[in-house]
């Protein structure tokens, strides 16, 4: 692959996984929020189970993690275990602001990345992984904990979130 390609092809990358942060599970997650009062936010069914405010601390967790020290080389100051055992209830304004101050961090870190730098490896977490996987694995983790609390509020509520609206699903290529 010549230096060309590896700039377009990283290029590329960065910018579909914006594209799936930004455009497609973010905006669900609000969505998904937007729907709940403080004290489901906070419920837990059981020991076992976390809340849905747990997922999106650990959301912001991780992709701090991952993205603005893993790739932006910001110190790793996570606190991991206080995703979980918090109990809330957090007020709802200042769990959207962790939110929106930690996805607007991961932003400007995806449009400052240089993209020939993806195959290099990182220190992150417990791994060293290149840049390209940590992309992946932040990109499948988001979207896996907000089908999580996707679930919760459908479940909770009765409701069709739509997040297809106006898109005809059983149409081929």
Known sequence: MTDSQVQTFGQVLIVE??????DESLPRLKKCLSLLTEDEIWFRPNDETVSVGNL???????VRQWIMSGL?????TRERSKEFSEQGPLPMGQLE???EETMAEVRRVLRELDPTTLLEKRPVQAFEESGISILVHVVEHFSYHVGQITYFV????GVDL???QGVDLSKKA
């Open 162 to 164: 739509q997040y297809y």
């Open 97 to 99: 602001r962790r939110l």
């Open 56 to 62: 999106v601390l650990h959301l912001c967790g991780n």
């Open 154 to 157: 459908k479940s909770t509520k």
């Open 17 to 22: 996984c914006e594209r799936r942060l930004f």
């Open 72 to 76: 932006g080389g910001a110190k790793d």
